[in-house]
């Protein structure tokens, strides 16, 4: 009698072999794979004794589709964390593959997340802004090395700055969180002043926050650097930054339904989910349409794979931005923080790089998510309507909501062999 024991979840087609010498194995390894099997568990054992014995050997296979496994781990890592709802996408070259809605879109009124439920994306915003950028760049009228502020500056008439270092800050520096100030901390700008609208807001912090650094020596992610950005691309432009993004940049990739958020409940769109903060902090407190290129658009996670399809420099779909725009885009600035021992920066402009692998991750009040372009062809998108706690028994690689939803993104990844 055999027995054997391995992981298995619910859903999984499988297949098992009992006393199989070495070349039956063989065979039936090399036809299990092409089958599309995965060989997850090989057990045996000695038939007869002494030097007559011979190997037997018993493996088993399972069938990882996609429409199994990922249920089973969003499921699980739903009910682990807590998590009201969420919606998550993803693409195999250039096409999509998988599309899926989680949950609860509004607990109060028993709505169900789809894969038409708009969630706020916060900081994943932000590639959408530098791929702006890049766009006005590549047509001439802009270049990274731009000043911004002073005489000389695109946004010249916000006045004259209180720290001169500003006078010298590039559009690159604002790409790349490299203009020496104005972090994202327990004093982040863009959660001060909240009757300020965007230009008054930056007209306040230049004569009232000085910078830290000179520009261009420390990486410190600025969300107000995103925030000036947005007002560059209305001054060189002359349209609202949402309406140039969504003419230029969102309508060749066929998004219709992209929008800036609004900041009360009473201000949610239809398919808008509901948001639930675990942290203790009200979601509804906080001026996400004034967070506009930094952290205010709202999307569907099928809204931001359409999009990242068109600037991950793969061959199948012609991408928004020529390719040495878009390497220009996704090459690491390689700055340090400034914190002890200083922390090299993977930063390039509008995403998170490492190797071939490039990610920005959104993290607000009620809000986690995500965007992924990996090296082997997958473009994914997740995205939910909360933030979790952080309790001290945590595993250490789900110590945060955006660590939480990276390992899930990667197991998926990982654990699916058929979309």
């Known amino acids: 009698m055999y027995t054997s024991v391995w992981p298995y979840s619910d859903g999984r087609s499988w297949t098992a072999r009992y006393e199989l010498d070495a070349g039956s194995l ?102 959408i802004t530098a791929v702006a950028i890049m766009k006005l760049c590549t047509e001439g009228h802009l270049a990274p090395q731009n000043l911004v502020f002073g005489n000389n500056g695109i946004l010249k008439e916000l006045g004259t700055p209180g720290d001169p270092r500003i006078k010298k800050i590039i559009v690159q520096n604002l790409l790349q969180h490299s203009s020496g100030g104005w972090r994202n901390d327990a004093h982040d700008p863009m959660y001060t ?22 520009p261009g020596v420390k990486y410190l992610y600025s969300n107000f650097g995103y925030c000036v950005l947005g007002r560059v691309i209305e001054k060189v432009t002359g349209k609202t930054y949402a309406n140039y993004v969504k003419d230029k940049i969102l309508a060749p990739c066929g998004i219709s339904d992209m929008s800036i958020a609004g900041n009360t409940a009473a201000d949610r769109l239809p398919d808008e989910v509901a948001y639930y ?78 190797g071939s692998t490039w990610w920005h991750f959104g993290s607000l009040e009620g809000t986690t998510s995500m965007l992924a372009r990996t090296g082997d062809g997958f473009c994914w998108a997740a995205v939910m309507n909360t933030r979790f706690s952080e309790p001290a028994t945590m595993n250490p690689k789900d110590k ?16 699916v062999d058929h979309f």
């Open 26 to 127: 063989k065979n039936e390894v090399g036809q299990k794979k092409a089958d599309g099997l995965r060989l997850v568990s090989l057990g045996g054992f000695s038939l007869g004794h002494g030097t007559h014995a011979v190997q037997r050997f018993c493996p088993i296979w399972e069938k990882r589709e996609a429409g199994t496994v990922i249920p089973t781990a969003v499921t699980h890592f739903m009910k682990y964390h807590d998590i009201p709802g969420m919606s998550l996408a993803i693409s195999k070259d250039e096409k999509l593959v998988y599309a899926g809605g989680f949950g609860w879109a509004d607990k109060e009124h028993t709505r169900h997340v789809t894969t038409a439920s708009l969630f706020r994306i916060a900081s994943v915003s932000k590639p």
């Open 193 to 214: 002043n909240p009757n300020l609208d965007q230009h008054k807001l930056i007209e306040w912090v230049l004569a009232n926050r000085p910078l830290d650094y000179p």
């Open 277 to 354: 903060d675990q942290n203790g902090k009200d979601p509804y407190g906080i001026q996400v349409s004034r967070m506009d290129a930094h952290g205010g658009w709202l999307a569907t996670p099928v809204d931001l794979i359409d999009f990242a399809v068109r600037v991950d420099g793969f061959p199948k779909k012609d991408d928004l931005l020529p390719a040495d725009w878009i390497s220009y885009m996704t090459e690491p600035s390689g700055l340090y923080d400034d914190s002890t021992p200083p922390v090299p920066g993977n930063y390039a402009s509008g995403w998170n790089v490492n």
């Open 400 to 415: 945060d909501t955006a660590a939480g939803l990276e390992n899930l993104m990667w197991e998926i990844h990982d654990q």
